[in-house]
């Protein structure tokens, strides 16, 4: 098992608490096929230049260094022979720890990232929504809110005509005619659903976006998701709030240290893995208080 030291925040709210899991809309019609996928990253693991004994410091040991061997370039697999189906009108929630590729998942499939093995094949283009997606940030929203919408398919007409929906649903106010730089974590990430979730599209990818969203903001993402599936849209989700993930889908994803250690009906998979959380954070309590007894008596 992976042994992160990042704490999960289930972020359950009172309000994600009462509300059921969305129904399923019956469909035989496949939107996505992800098919033994493989993601791999480059990267260069050269260690630091240190001053330890024999070591030659300076202009010296420049160029002393200066005829060395490039330095290793070590293979991460971040995603290792994920398979899974995904159809016309299902809301899917992918969980896991940090660092466990749920991420880079959504962004293979997106086409961001080259499978290095395995296939995708998706019915249409899907639209990805991250929160920490690249923004123009010295643009104004009114701006981005234009090129936003274009790149999602919009036509300038229509672009124009719901510019103002887009800026209500967003909450923003006056401040679409600020810079992007300008605006808090929240405000951003609500004028990028906001605009994703302007048009219908066949795949939407939500990527930690309702994580910074009050639970107001929630519900109204909620309803719009629910519309998008009405539509015979897919919703895939990335979150640490169980809560959310279990209010908004229908199915879940689990993915571990870069496999589907599970997947099926919301609520089974999400108790599932709240207790392997909770027991994974209890085993390192007692590793720590061993380890701080142990330092003591010596």
Not at 1 to 14: A, G, Q, R, S, Y
Not at 224 to 234: K, L, N, Y
Not at 269 to 288: F, P
Request: with cysteine; net charge neutral; hydrophobic share 40%.
């Amino acid at each position: 098992m992976t042994d992160t030291h990042d704490e999960i925040d289930f972020e359950i709210d009172p309000e994600d608490l009462d509300q059921a899991p969305p129904e399923e809309i019956p469909s035989d019609q496949l939107s996505l096929l992800v098919n033994d996928l493989h993601v791999s990253y480059r990267v260069f693991g050269a260690k630091k230049v240190g001053h330890g004994p024999g070591r030659k410091s300076g202009l010296l040991g420049r160029l002393a260094r200066r005829g060395a061997a490039d330095p290793p370039v070590r293979e991460v697999k971040a995603i290792k022979g994920i398979s899974f189906a995904a159809r016309h009108g299902e809301a899917i929630g992918i969980i896991g720890v940090n660092g466990s590729g749920k991420s880079t998942l959504l962004r293979a499939i997106a086409g961001l990232v080259p499978p290095a093995g395995g296939t995708v094949h998706v019915a249409s283009n899907p639209s990805l929504l991250g929160v920490n997606a690249v923004l123009m940030k010295d643009l104004t929203g009114e701006r981005n809110i234009m090129i936003g919408a274009l790149a999602n398919g919009l036509t300038l007409e229509e672009t124009r005509a719901k510019y103002q929906e887009i800026v209500d649903f967003a909450e923003i106010g006056d401040f679409v005619n600020l810079p992007m730089k300008s605006y808090s974590s929240g405000m951003g990430a609500r004028l990028r659903f906001a605009i994703s979730a302007s048009a219908v599209p066949d795949i939407l990818m939500i990527d930690e976006a309702l994580a910074t969203g009050d639970a107001h903001f929630r519900a109204k993402s909620k309803a719009r998701m629910d519309e998008i599936r009405q539509s015979a849209g897919t919703v895939f989700l990335v979150s640490h709030s169980l809560a959310t993930v279990q209010s908004m889908c229908t199915r879940v994803l689990w993915v571990h240290e870069g496999r589907l250690v599970m997947d099926g009906d919301s609520r089974e998979v999400c108790q599932t893995y709240k207790e392997y959380v909770h027991a994974r954070n209890a085993q390192r309590k007692r590793s720590a208080a061993k380890a701080a007894k142990a330092g003591k008596e010596g």
